[in-house]
């Protein structure tokens, strides 16, 4: 044999051979658990920066928000004002009916009503865009005079907010199972996230009484949440690793801010492996309470970088419950290691 056995080694061969053995086998073991530990030290702290990042947007949305709120609430103070501030009340005709084809905000459906006239003072409040248009040149955003109507809704007659196919949204109407619709019918005001017309803002309602104190509608300002977001740009730009970037989604998949899919809904999104990921991150970020912070991992494999195999992504995930965002940030492992 070329390789003589131990047994007819020299005894300082032998000695030599035994120690290398003994130095070689702690060394290679003590090599492998700190690339070990350092590893998941690694894949801790990439974890760590991502949580970093995700909770940093959440709180710049949540200061954000408090400061929208807060110029809404005082914009109705304004509204208020500008509409009440003589005094006077508003005067209701009964024998002069309005028609109006209503329209659901929610549903589109549509049903035919004869409201009775209003006015304040001389000048005519159904139809006329006189007094939110006012308040609008003040404060910047839009405003609304609602009535009530037969079954516990609230009827747009006058306002400035212009739906999606820049149509007026007047005629258009609050159904009585709203949020908004039972704080205002109980007397209550309203602020927070609404639906009005046929988009999302950030609002503030009061209820309008008649001199005996009972609801005959509502007084509204708001501003587009979109509008009112301007951190936008910011996200965008933001980079994480080689590829990775910062999204957000609301919880029905529909991408708010996104660097080249904004707009879509990716609801049913599926891994290389068949997982509707999308689906599982929503249902994650829902179940827990605000600042939850959400870990997934997931094979990806993206053609438009010409790729053909798979490569593990991680995302870090918070919801953020005034406006239904869900913040994502993400990149692939292996970009964080490199």
């Not at 131990?6 to 120690?19: E, G, P, W, Y």
């Not at 639906?195 to 503030?204: F, G, N, P, Q, S």
């Amino acid at each position: 044999m070329i390789i003589p056995s131990f047994r007819n080694l020299r005894i300082r061969a032998k000695l030599v051979s035994v120690t290398l053995f003994l130095v070689l086998v702690p060394l290679v073991a003590v090599a492998y658990l700190s690339l070990d530990r350092f590893g998941k030290a690694l894949r801790s702290l990439s974890e760590e920066d991502l949580a970093h990042l995700v909770t940093s947007i959440y709180s710049m949305c949540k200061v954000e928000q408090e400061i929208i709120q807060g110029k809404v609430v005082s914009d109705l103070n304004v509204a208020r004002q500008v509409i009440f501030g003589s005094g006077q009340r508003i005067s209701i005709f009964p024998e002069e009916k309005v028609p109006f084809d209503a329209v659901n905000q929610f549903t589109n459906e549509v049903i035919h009503v004869e409201v009775p006239l209003w006015k304040l003072g001389d000048t005519v409040l159904t139809g006329n865009k006189h007094f939110v248009d006012m308040v609008q040149k003040l404060v910047g955003g839009t405003c609304t005079i609602f009535q009530k109507i037969e079954g516990d809704r609230l009827l747009r007659i006058a306002t400035n907010v212009i739906g999606k196919d820049g149509k007026s949204g007047v005629g258009t109407f609050i159904p009585a199972d709203s949020p908004v619709t039972k704080a205002i019918l109980s007397g209550r005001p309203y602020k927070g996230r609404a639906y009005v017309v046929d988009d999302w803002y950030i609002t503030a309602y009061e209820p309008i009484q008649d001199k005996e104190g009972a609801v005959i509608g509502a007084l509204y300002v708001g501003v587009k949440e979109q509008g009112s977001l301007s951190l936008e740009a910011e996200i965008k730009q933001i980079k994480v690793g080689e590829t990775g970037y910062v999204y957000i989604m609301d919880s029905r998949g529909n991408l708010i801010i996104h660097p080249a899919k904004q707009g879509e809904n990716i609801l049913n999104s599926r891994d290389s492996s068949g997982f509707e990921y999308i689906r599982a991150i929503i249902r994650d970020a829902l179940s827990h309470k605000a600042g939850y912070e959400g870990t997934i991992r997931y094979p990806w494999i993206n053609p438009e970088l010409g790729e053909t195999k798979p490569r593990q992504k991680i995302l870090k995930y918070v919801y953020f419950k005034p406006w239904d965002w869900i913040i994502a940030a993400g990149t692939y492992e292996e970009e964080v290691y490199r």
